[in-house]
């Protein structure tokens, strides 16, 4: 079965593509029914309608109509609900025999719906910057970026500016026209209300705002008033006066003892006003897409969402910290990872409510806080760029590619399924939202009581799309009635465009707003006998069932780590923590491991599907549609997903968030990292693929290795040597040359196409950037396989990891003796 021809058209990956009939039959299939849906894959031009009379829904449930839709007669009968629809022609209400719904498992509709408001960035800068390294170099670095980025932004979008330090400082960009730079002050220290916010800058509530278009046909000043025009102006009308703003920003200048404290950093303080400043603007009841960018250099010390206090006697929080602090029910400090993380959550939900995406973009060699702030870009969809400062190569070229994004803004995605299915959850950057259509007994028969994930609902907010962002959807098979029809499930995302080419030709009767769009994927899947082994295997997708494996197993060490958020809530707010992550935390206990659960997974796994003979270990086989699985689950094992020693709290959840937002194919590099081989005796031009294993090493090779987060290019002992040497400067060695510059050439490839950069290595064997690769290599070969051996033997691994054969032979044992 061709599983990326699926993905090409209609950019959705699915773990199994055909289900046995009943219900009992697939949970024995120990692998999880669910979809990788990516909504704007990009591979094949999505079919589009311009004309929103077009868009046919049923008139019992609401569902699209799709190529699976039984239809003649100028009539169409619903897959989801049976009910007979007429179809009708917009323009004269007579029947008609075809619809453009009923060619197209994807396609795209215009909803004559318009945007009052184009995109809104809101700009948060973090003013404080110390250490060793050039201050001012830095600093200056970090403006000329924002400035950079502001020339990429569509030109009509409103932008605001917030600075802060010990303070928090909001500027007024429109008095910058008449040659003022005024600015409102706020203490750091503080955890504002919306009434603080709107008291302070004289913002009327909402309901006293006008409701429409003013006489002046002003649509933007009608939705966010007088007041905020202030804050946000219209890039086209104050580009030059705003970078000179930023240029004119000075660093933090509180006192403070160089020697022994922080600096008092308020990023907590910071973003709650950024918030409620556009909550006070946009109002209770608009929903607009936009996005706030928040530049950060350090760890928040002073005021709410305070994390380590100033005293650099204190450490910065570690995983072993935050797992005591868990078991301690009370707290001698005034701050704690619990209170940081439930005030985040709150902003979170403020954000959402709104449609805004929060993105963080860290430069700074130190912790900032990422854990307990990870729900402001989880949630909302927002990018993440982490990097040792703000004068690398690698946060300017993010913070480009960032700019350079086709991305969809206020998106909302409503899954519908047949009926014997039922939605068990969400797993991505995304939130739950109450469905629109609760009370629709075909909609709540179609959600699922076994949550997984953001669950309970069939519908999710997506502030922020990308064309990598990938959502992984659960799905419980129920009983089928009959054999030979498919189980249907309907993708309907909603969202409004980022650009300006989706401008409608009557856009002087709105503003030059943007039209939402819909598109809508329908998707079948047959339903077999249940004793149809053959075809049950003939449509299994073992890569998008290892990526829904891991992103359940993310999901409940996340839900391990924020068992304590729950008791604090008390009340099952959704704001940091779902009521789903709840129910997990209660079930994984403190001492459970989650290793123990996959290893468990994947022995249940070849229990069902090898072929083994009781008590012989010899006899064990996995058909090819299985055998990868096994192999993937072991790497998984090793990653950062699962293993964090050795890392940071903020290391962690950055690579967790990264791995919920990516596609299939990234998500694979970053479980199971690419290795290339260049062999200088056998080199035709082109790399050989070669095993993720130490005995791939070779003194006469080059290893290129993707881990998604780093590009590194190894040169084994003999390579160096001659490269060294200087061999390729010289007359007759031009082979040698192109055979050093082959791997440089592929690795830049990859540089280019990835988001965020990774970090790019150049290392030798034996050299202390190798270690890199030595991490991620199968130990096949080690001291402990051969402790007989020399030390210095060119394939051994120093380590005590066990194996991929080692393992595989004790998960044999384990299966052969059940």
Request: hydrophobic share 35%; net charge negative.
């Amino acid at each position: 079965m061709d599983f990326e021809q699926r993905e090409d058209v209609d950019g959705v990956r699915i773990s199994w593509n055909q289900i046995p009939r009943s219900q009992l039959q697939h949970q024995r299939n120990v692998v999880p029914l669910g979809v990788l849906y990516t909504p704007m894959y990009n591979r094949q031009e999505c079919p589009k309608v311009e004309q929103p009379q077009l868009m046919a829904t049923c008139r019992q449930c609401q569902a699209f109509i799709n190529p699976y839709c039984r239809s003649g007669d100028g009539m169409w009968s619903c897959v989801f609900c049976g009910f007979m629809n007429r179809l009708v022609d917009p323009q004269s209400s007579n029947s008609v025999l075809g619809h453009p719904g009923l060619d197209h498992t994807t396609i795209e509709y215009s909803t004559g719906r318009f945007s009052k408001v184009p995109p809104v960035y809101l700009l948060v800068v973090d003013t404080c910057f110390e250490g060793e390294e050039d201050i001012e170099g830095a600093f200056q670095a970090l403006k000329d970026s924002i400035n950079d980025a502001i020339a990429q932004l569509p030109s009509d979008s409103l932008i605001g500016l917030i600075t802060y330090g010990q303070n928090v400082q909001i500027h007024e960009i429109s008095s910058a026209a008449s040659g003022l730079q005024r600015q409102w002050t706020f203490s750091g220290s503080k955890k504002y209300t919306l009434e603080d916010i709107q008291k302070n800058l004289g913002i009327l509530d909402s309901d006293l705002k006008s409701n429409g278009f003013d006489s002046s046909k002003n649509v933007v000043k009608s939705v966010i008033g007088h007041i905020g025009q202030k804050f946000l102006v219209p890039i086209e009308n104050i580009e030059y006066e705003l970078n000179q703003i930023i240029a004119n920003v000075s660093r933090n200048v509180f006192p403070h003892s160089q020697s022994n404290q922080r600096m008092n950093r308020c990023n907590g303080s910071a973003i709650n006003i950024a918030s409620l400043l556009l909550k006070a603007i946009i109002g209770s009841t608009n929903t607009l897409g936009g996005h706030i960018y928040m530049f950060i250099g350090g760890i928040c010390t002073y005021g709410p969402g305070q994390i380590v206090g100033q005293s650099l006697k204190e450490p910065i929080r570690s995983h072993h910290d935050i797992e005591r602090q868990n078991q301690t029910l009370v707290s001698l400090k005034t701050y704690s990872t619990v209170e940081a993380r439930k005030f985040y959550g709150e902003i979170t939900e403020r954000l959402v409510s709104m449609g805004i995406s929060c993105s963080l973009l860290i430069g700074s060699y130190d912790q900032v806080g990422l854990f307990e702030m990870e729900s402001l870009v989880h949630k909302t969809g927002g990018d993440l760029i982490m990097c040792d400062s703000f004068d690398t190569t690698i946060f300017k070229q993010s913070l480009v590619k960032l700019q350079s994004q086709q991305l969809c803004l206020n998106g909302t995605l409503e899954v519908r399924t047949s009926q014997d299915l039922a939605v068990q959850g969400l797993l991505g950057n995304a939130s739950r939202i109450e469905s629109s259509k609760k009370g629709n007994k075909y909609v709540e028969e179609s959600i699922s009581k076994l949550g997984i994930g953001e669950s309970d609902t069939n519908c999710w907010k997506c502030c922020n799309v990308g064309p990598r962002s990938t959502y992984a959807l659960y799905f419980e098979k129920k009983d089928s009635k009959v054999v030979g029809v498919n189980s249907i499930v309907q993708f309907i995302f909603h969202y409004q465009p980022s650009a300006n080419q989706e401008i409608e030709e009557d856009e002087g009767a709105h503003g030059g707003a943007q039209s939402f769009k819909l598109r809508v994927t329908t998707i079948a899947i047959p339903v077999i006998q249940d004793n149809d082994y053959p075809n049950l295997e003939y449509g299994f997708d073992q890569e998008t069932a290892l990526v829904l494996i891991a992103r359940e197993i993310v999901f409940k060490l996340q839900a391990q780590e924020s068992r304590d958020i729950r008791k604090s809530n008390g009340s099952g707010s959704a704001s940091a923590v779902t009521a789903a992550t709840a129910a997990a935390a209660t079930k994984v206990g403190l001492g459970e491991d989650i290793v123990a659960l996959l290893d468990k997974k994947l022995i249940d796994f070849c229990v069902r599907f090898a072929g083994y003979t009781k008590n012989s270990m010899e006899s064990f086989s996995l058909s090819r549609t299985y055998s990868m699985l096994p192999q993937f689950l072991y790497h998984l094992r090793r990653s950062q997903l699962v293993r964090v020693f050795n890392n940071s709290p903020d290391e962690t959840s950055y690579v967790r968030h990264l791995f919920l937002h990516e596609d299939l194919t990234n998500s694979l590099t970053m479980i199971q990292p690419t290795l290339l081989s260049y062999d200088v005796d056998n080199y035709t031009g082109e790399p050989e693929p070669v095993l993720l294993d130490s005995i791939s090493l070779g003194s006469n090779k080059i290893l290129l290795l993707d881990t998604f987060l780093h590009v590194l290019i190894f040169h084994g002992s003999k390579v160096a040597q001659w490269r060294k040497a200087k061999y390729h400067e010289q007359e007759g060695y031009e082979y040698f040359k192109e055979f050093l510059e082959a791997p440089k050439k592929e690795a830049m490839e990859i540089l280019i196409d990835r988001f965020p950069l990774p970090r790019f290595i150049d290392c030798d064997e034996g050299g202390s950037q190798a270690r890199f690769l030595m991490a991620k290599l199968n130990p096949s070969t080690s001291y402990a396989s051969n402790p007989n051996r020399s030390y210095n033997s060119q394939t051994d691994v120093l380590t005590d990891d066990t194996s991929l054969q080692s393992f595989m032979e004790h998960v044999q044992k384990i299966v052969v003796t059940k």
